[in-house]
């Protein structure tokens, strides 16, 4: 399923969730704003459970692949679907990622990995929304890079040398900027895999959009 579909549920099912609750606290007082955040999450995580419901799209444990590798990094449990040569996420319950600036809503998740795809050819898809007595899990799956047999971890000059390809420059060890508004995030050697032909695949960076740019002039992957 289109990742962008999942992203509009989430903010439009949200809204009206959000609408019809009433917030998060009294109308005579400021809004604390991380309570704001957490009611505007909760809204979306339940906007799009009812939209999962309706879309066939809610999954349970067995309709995730069988090999489970357990939780990776800091925001995902991975599992591996052997036959489709892809990867699953399925994000911690209840939460939808984290990166340099916190952590993210539903959407904004998304957001980031449809980013991903545009800017670096990626096919990350939306899976499904998981139920667990938990909490809800977002589920994508993304395509299984096969890594070079003896040095499948790239060297600093070979990612340095990959995202000015993409036409990224530094703004930190870790953070880097474009001039079409696009920044990235995490940019590590563990967010990069070095295939048998030497050519170097973006995994697991997080892409924003900066205020003031639009979509539309993202310059998309050409590689």
């Avoid at 047999?149 to 870790?174: D, H, Q």
Wanted: charged share 30%; glycine share 10%; net charge negative.
């Amino acid at each position: 399923m289109e990742l962008a579909e999942a992203e509009r549920a989430a903010i439009e099912e949200g809204q009206r969730i959000a609408r019809t609750s009433g917030g998060v606290a009294n109308v005579d007082e400021p809004r604390d704003p991380v309570e704001e955040w957490e009611f505007h999450v909760e809204c979306q995580f339940k906007g799009l459970l009812s939209w999962a419901r309706r879309r066939g799209c809610l999954l349970r444990l067995k309709d995730l692949p069988k090999r489970d590798f357990g939780p990776g990094g800091k925001e995902h449990c991975i599992y591996h679907d052997v036959e489709g040569g892809r990867f699953w996420k399925a994000t911690f319950p209840n939460a939808s990622g984290v990166g340099p600036s916190g952590f993210f809503t539903p959407a904004g998740y998304l957001r980031r990995l449809r980013l991903s795809n545009c800017i670096f050819g990626d096919d990350v898809r939306f899976e499904g929304l998981l139920s667990r007595k938990a909490g809800i899990s977002l589920v994508t799956s993304q395509h299984y890079v096969i890594p070079h047999p003896e040095r499948f971890i790239p060297t600093e000059t070979e990612i340095v040398n990959c995202m000015n390809e993409y036409g990224f420059l530094p703004e930190s060890a870790t953070i880097w900027k474009r001039d079409d508004g696009v920044t990235v995030g995490d940019v590590h050697d563990r967010n990069f895999i070095r295939r048998p032909d030497g050519v170097i695949e973006v995994i697991d960076v997080q892409p924003i959009l900066r205020d003031g740019y639009e979509w539309e002039n993202v310059r998309r992957a050409s590689r």
